[in-house]
């Protein structure tokens, strides 16, 4: 049995006969086959015996009668719904001698598909004269035969052939048709095709997860089937889980379908990376797709400069550099400044904030190469060395430190004062000088020893002086120039002596 079908493999050919009988005499009747087809055997039926009419010069022609005779085949099961095509030859049920009528040839494809070499035979017989065919056959005289290279999904053939009867008796006429027969499979042929791009940053830091977005894409025709997707990443890239080889399952892709993915890496180390991945699916197809990302670092270098000394009491002036050495963006960049102990802050540059004993800078992004000087100035408050440390930190570079070193140094700084506390002073009247040293510096004064040189007019009575027992008591023992034993007098201290003097007359004029 062949089923309508859209498959086309050509097996072979087969030829299909049908006889039709036409029924030329008055009184012949059809045979049917209860289906309705009308199928007529090529039997003969016998005229009903007339005397020949005689010739009229002007008799009227002939009207044929209207009942039909149709030969029918439904091939090759007789059922229309499961058949390959339809062959019918139709004629009036009854002609007359000299008068033409015509023989009605139609040739339909049931399927749905087109029947090839499709060839229609028409042996016409000698007694029937053909005037016209409607389509002309390939052959000349009553053997007519026509080829139709193609009949399509239900297209159908008519040809009608006219002609005369010229003599009276059994008007045979079969006709024969051949059409080659296909046994045919439909497969759908499709054609997937792989397209797969890869998605990267330019650059990121080393800190930085790198995402990489792969798509792969179906842009042919028909599913693609076990499609995988496959990245090994180079040295120095690992998944966040620690893996250097990806593999994605994505199974069936539709035409025109995409699947997208995001491999997120992490840099163990510097440089310019390339990645290439590959998508296979079943059938050999594949696809590639390269990025190529640089992993860039910021490196930190900070100097701190001061003075080596400072004497008590006056400013420290710190400068810190910060510098970034590396290839990449400093960014978050924060400068802090620790004010040691033994010192207090003064100002601060660039807007630079004092909470809890340091100083904080708010850099922001410093770009590769480029530098921040600030500056700071503290006072020491006590003797001694005071180190002072800067820090600079940043988004993923590590932190660095520079110390400057300044060592507090103090300075004696003498005053000597002498004041008499009677004064004018009569000739021969006494005074007393108050004669006092004071440290005004930051060290304590070593060794300060005190000579009072008296002039000729005054003469020496006395002295206050009240050491340790250990020390002298008085001064030496010349009085023209009394002294006292050299003592140490403290930073902000003070030391007083009492000298009582006795004038000579010569001291009025």
């Known amino acids: 049995m062949m089923k309508r079908s859209r498959l086309t493999t050509a097996v072979k050919t087969m030829s299909l006969f049908v006889a039709v009988l036409m029924l030329t005499l008055p009184g012949c009747s059809s045979t049917h086959d209860g289906h309705g087809h009308g199928l007529i055997p090529c039997v003969s039926c016998e005229p009903t015996a007339k005397p020949a009419p005689k010739p009229a010069p002007k008799a009227a022609p002939m009207v044929q009668a209207p009942d039909v005779v149709c030969g029918r085949l439904v091939w090759p099961t007789g059922n229309m719904a499961t058949s390959s095509i339809l062959v019918e030859k139709c004629a009036p049920s009854s002609v007359q001698v000299g008068v033409p009528f015509d023989f009605k040839i139609k040739v339909k494809n049931l399927t749905g598909v087109a029947l090839k070499n499709v060839v229609v035979k028409d042996d016409v017989p000698s ?61 759908n042929v499709v054609a997937p095709a792989l397209k797969l791009t890869k998605e990267a940053p330019a650059s990121v830091l080393k800190c930085d997860p790198i995402p990489f977005k792969i798509t792969v894409e179906n842009t042919g025709v028909g599913d693609a089937r076990n499609v995988v997707i496959k990245d090994t990443l ?69 100097t701190k400069t001061g003075p080596a000394m400072r004497f008590l009491g006056r400013p420290v002036d710190y400068q810190i550099t910060v510098t970034n050495t590396g290839n990449g963006v400093a960014r978050n960049v924060v400068i802090q400044d620790i004010i040691p102990a033994g010192a207090n802050s003064i100002s601060t540059s660039d807007g630079g904030q004092l909470a809890d004993g340091k100083i904080s800078w708010m850099v922001g992004n410093l770009e590769p190469k480029a530098s921040k000087t600030v500056n700071v100035k503290v006072v020491g408050t006590q003797l001694g060395t005071i180190v002072n440390t800067a820090s600079a930190t940043a988004y993923c570079a590590e932190a660095v430190t520079a110390t400057a070193k300044t060592e507090i140094k103090g300075i004696p700084a003498i005053l000597l004062e002498c004041i008499d506390l009677v004064d004018p002073v009569e000739v021969g009247g006494e005074t007393t000088y108050v004669i006092t040293v004071t440290n005004q510096g930051s060290l304590t004064g070593t060794n300060i020893g005190l000579t009072v040189v008296l002039e000729d007019e005054a003469q020496y009575i006395s002295a206050s002086d009240r050491p340790k027992p250990a020390s002298p008591a008085k001064p030496s023992s010349s009085h023209r120039c009394p002294r006292w034993l050299p003592r140490n007098v403290s930073p902000g201290r003070s030391r007083s002596r009492l000298l009582a003097l006795v004038t000579s007359a010569s001291a009025w004029t």
């Open 234 to 302: 180079p040295e120095g890239l690992v998944t966040e889980a620690g893996q250097k080889d990806v593999s994605i399952n994505v199974g069936t892709l539709p035409a025109g379908k995409s699947m997208s993915y995001t491999i997120n890496a992490k840099a163990t180390k510097t440089g310019n990376f390339t990645n290439s991945a590959s998508a296979s699916a079943l059938g050999g197809l594949s696809a590639n797709a390269t990025s190529t990302t640089a992993v860039l670092s910021p490196e930190l270098k900070i």
């Open 127 to 187: 007694s029937f004269k053909v005037s016209s065919v409607s389509v002309k056959p390939d052959t000349a005289g009553n053997n007519m035969v026509w080829t139709f290279d193609t009949l399509p999904a239900g297209g159908e053939k008519v040809i009608v052939i006219n002609g005369t009867p010229t003599s009276a008796g059994k008007l045979e006429n079969c006709l024969a048709v051949t059409h080659q027969l296909d046994t045919c499979v439909a497969l």
